[in-house]
């Protein structure tokens, strides 16, 4: 069995040889191009990955144009910026191969000094309580390394296309009954600046997503 991984890629020219280079067997990648200005698309062709190209710029739009382009029963989504380890897709994924689960969340674990700073772990500490209030499940992490089925993704009717997506899809996951699970995965230092701590501008408007879909959505 083919299980489909969806990397959200916008300028990972320098990161992009490692994370498909150490993408298991059986897994394949989905690589989709948000507007790159470097040679992000032609790397990841040259790698064998499949390349989606999403014009319209933001996070969300393309996690959903990758999981429009997969066809695998069951989907994964990582970052495409070597802060996460694709040989850990597997512990990941087994929870819905096995139907323990209808959604899992890699929950970081920094490995190095310097891969997750201060305030973004405090923000995402945040989040992750009130998330655990709102939908009763056990959740540490927001989880960029995640698992589900393509086909109850869909269902879900997702509609963020910035940085609430991620957030989008736990709370309707929950609110639609799955079980929803997370498993330890390593985090390490990141390739490049990233788009959301690395600049002001990135963090108020991933913030500013997010509220708008806590305030949206409410999971009984």
């Given at each position: ?7 959200p890629c916008l300028n990972e ?135 589900a089925r393509r086909a109850a ?68």
């Amino acid at each position: 069995m083919t299980i489909d991984v969806i990397l959200p890629c916008l300028n990972e020219e320098a990161a992009l040889g490692w994370v498909l280079g150490r993408m298991p067997g059986g897994y394949r990648a989905i690589v989709v191009d948000n507007g790159s200005t470097d040679r992000s698309a032609q790397v990841a062709r040259d790698l064998g990955a499949l390349v989606v190209a999403e014009p319209l710029r933001g996070f969300g739009a393309a996690c959903h144009a990758g999981l429009l382009a997969a066809s695998s029963d069951l989907v994964c989504f990582m970052d495409a910026d070597a802060s996460l380890d694709p040989g850990q897709l597997p512990r990941v994924a087994a929870p819905v191969m096995d139907g323990r689960a209808g959604l899992v969340l890699g929950r970081r674990r920094p490995r190095a000094a310097g891969a997750w700073p201060p305030h973004a772990r405090l923000g995402n500490a945040v989040l992750a309580a009130n998330l655990r209030r709102r939908t009763g499940a056990s959740l540490h992490d927001l989880g960029p390394m995640r698992a589900a089925r393509r086909a109850a993704l869909l269902e879900l009717g997702l509609t963020d296309r910035r940085f609430g997506y991620p957030l989008e899809m736990v709370l309707r996951a929950a609110a639609a009954g799955w079980p929803i699970d997370e498993v330890d995965v390593d985090y390490l230092p990141r390739a490049g600046r990233s788009k959301v701590t690395g600049t002001l501008r990135g963090t108020l408007r991933a913030v500013s997503d997010m509220r708008r879909v806590m305030a949206e959505i409410r999971p009984h």
